[in-house]
């Protein structure tokens, strides 16, 4: 809880200090190699340090969900999880702009939580599981301001939940984003 407690006051820092720079606001199409695989995102970033001419650092926060159905079936039984992934953070991100593409890197802190939700099988008693992990993660990508006001983006993100031991989750993970942001 107390984890929540301090990414939810850092996100209320970003959207509540007065506006100094561009704001975007963007949506996402998340890949990545462990299940579930596909997912959306959502992230809202805010530009900090304008006295800076070349270079556009701001403050992001994202959120990521991912959702799947699996089933397995062995004979006449059929076993079935619904596994839901999701995941919010936030990032210091810098970037310059290079004629039509600009290029940025980052560097943040989020939480993530896995949960495993088993459906009944007949003669066989089965729990939930849900854990919740601190990681870091590094982001890379580009966007390409079409027009002024619409961005689409391609990002790499890096995540590395070590910090907080996992159990069931995966230690590290990457995912390709595909998306468009909002400028404003």
Known sequence: ??????????????????????TEIGVSYE???EDPKGGFGLRV???????VPTIDIGMRAHFS??????????GAVTYSQELTNYDFGVAIVAGISVGLI???????LGSETLELKPEEVVG??????N??????????GAKVPVIPLVKPFVEYRYSNNSISEPDVAELTTGRIIFGVSISF
């Open 31 to 33: 890949l990545r190699d």
């Open 45 to 51: 970033q805010k530009g900090i340090l304008t006295q």
């Open 65 to 74: 969900y991912f959702s799947d159905d699996n089933s397995v079936t062995d």
């Open 102 to 108: 600009e290029p940025y890197v980052g560097l943040g």
């Open 124 to 129: 066989i008693s089965l729990t939930d599981e």
């Open 131 to 140: 854990e919740s992990n601190i990681y870091w993660n590094g982001i890379v």
């Open 1 to 22: 809880m107390r984890r929540i407690s301090i990414l939810a006051t850092a996100c209320l820092i970003l959207l509540g200090t007065p506006v100094m720079a561009q």
